[in-house]
Antibody, heavy 121, light 107 residues
Framework: QLQLQESGPGLVKPSETLSLTCTVS??????????WGWIRQPPGKGLEWIGS???????YYNPSLRSRVTISVDTSKNQFSLRLSSVTAADTAVYYC?????????????WGKGTTVTVSS | DIQMTQSPSSLSASVGDRVTITCRAS??????LNWYQHKPGKAPNLLIY???TLQSGVPSRFSGSGSGTDFTLTISSLQPEDFATYYC?????????FGQGTKVEIK
């Protein structure tokens, strides 16, 4: 059974770069028809899509975050990563990694449990 | 971006009740609509995609309907394990966007 696990610092200082990694187990990140993505949920707010990546490196980003976001993939480690630069308190959130089925209908069929990141000095 | 609006924001119900949650899109999304269940501290779980297709392994008491701008998620007979927050999400256009969630609580 495919599982996703987020990892990374739980505390980041304002203006610094948030870095998270998602490790894929029980399956290959190089599977066709799937993208791999990041979603976040600030405290008391809704879910926000950050962006997605294909194993080949092709990416899609939310326009609202595009200037600060980089998502990368390491197929040799079966991992993909998120970097969000110049963070502020507004970036405090639970961050989830997901698998996105890329077909006529796309949907997020596997999620990690999420990791909490707080932006504070 | 397409705005997704769910109602109600929360509801109280008893085991065995029929529960209906509504999701409205700010423009037509045809049937590009997914539903997720989320329990605190756990990974969100895909329930329904393409507005009405039940994801493998999801109990048949969950059903979805709608097209265009108006959608519903129905739980035919609420079970103790169904108390959670439910989100709709459109996959019609990028960026994919979510409703604000509906929390289903025990009455």
């Amino acid at each position: 059974q495919l599982q996703l696990q987020e990892s990374g610092p739980g505390l980041v200082k304002p203006s610094e770069t948030l870095s998270l990694t998602c490790t894929v187990s029980g399956g290959s990140i190089s599977s066709s028809s799937f993208y791999w993505g990041w979603i976040r949920q600030p405290p008391g707010k809704g879910l926000e899509w950050i962006g997605s990546i294909y194993y080949s490196g092709s990416t899609y980003y939310n326009p609202s975050l595009r200037s600060r976001v980089t998502i990368s993939v390491d197929t040799s480690k079966n991992q993909f990563s998120l970097r969000l630069s110049s963070v502020t308190a507004a970036d405090t959130a639970v961050y989830y990694c997901t698998r996105l089925k890329d077909s006529y209908y796309s949907y997020m069929d596997v999620w990690g449990k999420g990791t909490t990141v707080t932006v504070s000095s | 971006d397409i705005q997704m609006t769910q109602s109600p924001s929360s509801l109280s119900a008893s085991v065995g009740d029929r529960v209906t949650i509504t999701c409205r899109a700010s423009q037509s999304i045809r049937n590009y609509l997914n539903w997720y269940q989320h329990k605190p501290g756990k990974a969100p779980n895909l329930l329904i995609y393409a507005a009405s297709t039940l994801q493998s392994g999801v109990p048949s008491r969950f059903s979805g309907s709608g097209s265009g701008t108006d959608f519903t998620l129905t739980i035919s007979s609420l079970q103790p394990e169904d108390f959670a927050t439910y989100y709709c999400q459109q996959s019609y256009s990028t960026p994919p966007t979510f409703g604000q969630g509906t929390k289903v609580e025990i009455k």
